[in-house]
């Protein structure tokens, strides 16, 4: 089983983008064929200053190594250093229909954030369904908010292949319908776009300064907190064992106990949660060459897989 996942670099990675997508790759990469890109092709459509961008992709790499991702399991790659990607994405539309597209929420939803309206924001759809389908991808893991996308990939295989044959592989979405929600300092989903994220590795004076800015109500100490939407609970589950998330439930529902303590405790329990990765983070620093090593060797074996398809692709639309 070939299972495929990509995170864009378009900023510093957050607890939003551990929990939502990193941790569960790397959860994946025990369970087949994993291949997993930084996604900087995509990522041009929001990020327009190239030190910027340059800078986001080597984080991006230095932390999912740091987190967990064996590239002795999985292939690391940068999407940009497989040239077929974009060559599949413009044979794929060709055949791709406006309304397709237009009825795609994502596109919506980021001009409605104020995002400058573009052709590739318009199309990204097609580039995602050209990362997916140029490796033979059997399962593509995503949140809620990319069924769409992948919904447009299969689309796109079946009018592919109507047109030409059987060339394509249908791939199978594998839906994350727990996947964490995590709530950034205002209260609202954690993302870049919201400008409300608490990064993964954030040195300790502006770690502990957002997690005691966290938004809270005004019940005072002695009185039950509650615990319906409450951001400290939702983001102590995800860092605390289950006996210590379930002792603070009791707190907050007994009443006695202060959201000033609460946040502490939290933010005691997110230092500790990525201690180890810390530690990690330093030594791959330590090591200047490992990661242009990691991703040369990821996108070699990953062009070594696209390489077949594109093949299949040109010679069935007739550009051999």
């Known amino acids: 089983m070939r299972i495929l996942s990509g995170i864009q670099p378009s900023g510093t990675l957050h607890l939003g983008n551990y929990f939502g997508m990193m941790r569960p790759a790397i959860e994946l ?13 995509h990522a041009l459509t929001t990020v ?57 929420h994502s596109y919506k939803d980021k001009l409605a954030k104020g995002f400058i309206p573009s052709h590739g924001l318009f199309a990204y759809p097609v580039l995602m369904a050209a990362d997916i389908l140029i490796y033979d991808s059997d399962l593509v893991p995503v949140g809620k908010d990319q069924k769409q996308h992948i919904e447009v990939a299969r689309d796109l295989v079946i009018k592919f292949n109507e047109a030409y044959g059987d060339t394509l592989k249908l791939p199978e979405p594998s839906i994350r319908e727990e996947a964490a929600v995590v709530p950034g300092v205002n209260g609202e989903k ?15 004076k502006p770690l502990r300064k957002k997690i005691m800015g966290l938004k809270t109500d005004t ?18 589950k995800l860092v605390a064992s289950g006996a210590d998330y379930d002792q603070m439930v009791a707190e907050f529902q007994s009443g006695g106990v202060g959201y000033g303590t609460f946040k502490q405790r939290l933010f005691e329990a997110i230092w500790t949660y990525f201690a180890p990765m810390r530690e990690r983070r330093a030594e791959i620093l330590a090591d200047p060459g490992y990661v242009d090593r990691v991703l040369k060797e990821g996108a070699e074996k990953a062009n070594a897989l696209a390489t077949p398809v594109m093949q299949r692709v040109r010679k069935a639309v007739g550009l051999t």
Request: net charge negative; charged share 20%.
């Open 190 to 204: 954690m993302s870049k776009s919201y400008g409300n994220t608490i990064g993964m590795f954030e040195e300790e």
């Open 219 to 236: 019940t005072p100490i002695e009185a039950p907190k509650p615990t319906e939407n409450s951001n400290i609970l939702a983001l102590y």
């Open 29 to 41: 990469q025990d369970q087949g064929e994993a291949l997993y890109f930084i996604a900087d092709y």
């Open 48 to 104: 327009r200053n190239a030190a910027d961008l340059s800078k986001n992709i080597r984080d991006v790499a230095i932390d999912f190594l740091a987190c967990g991702l064996d590239p002795q399991k999985a292939c690391f790659f940068r999407q940009s250093h497989v040239p077929a990607v974009t060559e599949l994405s413009w044979i794929l539309s060709v055949l791709t229909p406006m309304g397709l597209l237009e009825r795609c």
